[in-house]
Structures are given as C-alpha cells and as structure tokens.
Nanobody, 121 residues
Framework: VQLQASGGGLVQAGGSLRVSCAASGRTSRHDMAWFRQAPGKEREFVAAISWSGSRTWYADSVKGRFTISRDNAKNTVYMQMNSLKIEDTAVYYC????????????????WGQGTQVTVSS
C-alpha cells in the first residue's frame, strides 16, 4: 500500500485546511488515521476512521474542530481542520492498516510522506 498525503499549507489561526491521503496498491479494507509531529516532539495521534467510515476516533485536542472522512471509491481519506490553532502546526502523516489500537503509531504498517501544516498568528 502506498499513501500520498497532500493539502497542507500556511493558514492563519482560526482558519481551515483540508488534508487528503490517497491510497494505491493493495488497498484492502484498512482502517486509516492521521498522526502529526511537531519539531522536537513525538509523533502523536490525531484521528482515525474505520474501513466503512462508521467509526471515528479523535484526539481530545482536536475534537470538535477536525473531522475525518473517507471516500472508498477514490481510496482517499480526508481530514477537515477548522478553527486551527498555532499548536496544530506540524507535519501531518496518514497511516493505514493498524494492528490493534488505532491510536498507537507503532501499530501501523503503512505511512505516507507527510504534509506540512503551518498555522500563523
């Protein structure tokens, strides 16, 4: 499975961005997720979505502001990010096919290359 993240950019605090993750290759029924990593910090869980889209998980820090969704016909997962804060600045990575706990980075076999999201004041 190959994952290609896109959609990052520079936005002012309070603004919105949508990041996308397109999957190719052997795209079977994978749960997928977004993680992020800020400079000098560990990679942290942001959001995840089940294959069917019927279940979603969010980090407390983004609940109510971020929405993860997917279009299986396009093999693409999206994350709409609203009310962005400076502390949301990070490289955002998509991941697929977790074994077990979807919030744990080490559980994922496949990763995209990351897309930079920068929130300015």
């Amino acid at each position: 499975v190959q994952l290609q993240a896109s959609g990052g950019g520079l936005v002012q605090a309070g603004g919105s961005l949508r990041v996308s993750c397109a999957a190719s290759g052997r795209t079977s029924r994978h749960d997928m997720a977004w993680f992020r990593q800020a400079p000098g910090k560990e990679r942290e869980f942001v959001a995840a979505i089940s294959w069917s889209g019927s279940r979603t998980w969010y980090a407390d820090s983004v609940k109510g502001r971020f929405t993860i969704s997917r279009d299986n016909a396009k093999n693409t997962v999206y994350m709409q990010m609203n009310s962005l804060k400076i502390e949301d600045t990070a490289v955002y990575y998509c991941a697929a096919d977790p074994l077990g706990n979807v919030t744990v980075a080490a559980r994922y076999d496949y990763w995209g290359q990351g897309t930079q999201v920068t929130v300015s004041s």
